[in-house]
């Protein structure tokens, strides 16, 4: 019969305890659990202030799910290039055009946005011209008797 080496066992359990900086409702209830069975039974526990401990960590859990679920939100919002740059359909770009096979010049064209897609993460125009160009090649945004020079990002 072999034995086992207990030193290799014990080599291999963790021994230190890493501290959790954050209070859970879950570490919340083994604290209260642990007061609760370590009480005086001659001066028992405040029955009114544990429900106002109670009350405040479902509040303050409540509060930092309700951030969380913000904050994915605005990032959802700030990530999508077709969200970023919907304001663009229906108004006129000024843009550099070239030549698909020998990228030769064609100078500037313009033509309505009928819509907005995304490639790769880069937002794309689709022009009323059948053409697409990259939002960030806009040389000029037109409306109806005004015209707002575009920068690129």
Known sequence: MNTIDPSLYLTNQKTTREPNPTLDKDGFLKILMTQIQNQD?????????????????TSLEQMMNMSSSI???VQSQLISPVIQYSHMIGKEVTYQAYDQVTGESLGEKTSAVIAVSQNEGWAI???KNGEKIYADAALKVSTTGSEEDVTEE
């Open 71 to 73: 904050e994915k939100l």
């Open 125 to 127: 125009l689709e022009l």
């Open 41 to 57: 039974p001659t001066e028992p526990m405040d029955s009114q202030a544990m429900i106002e401990q109670m009350t405040s960590l």
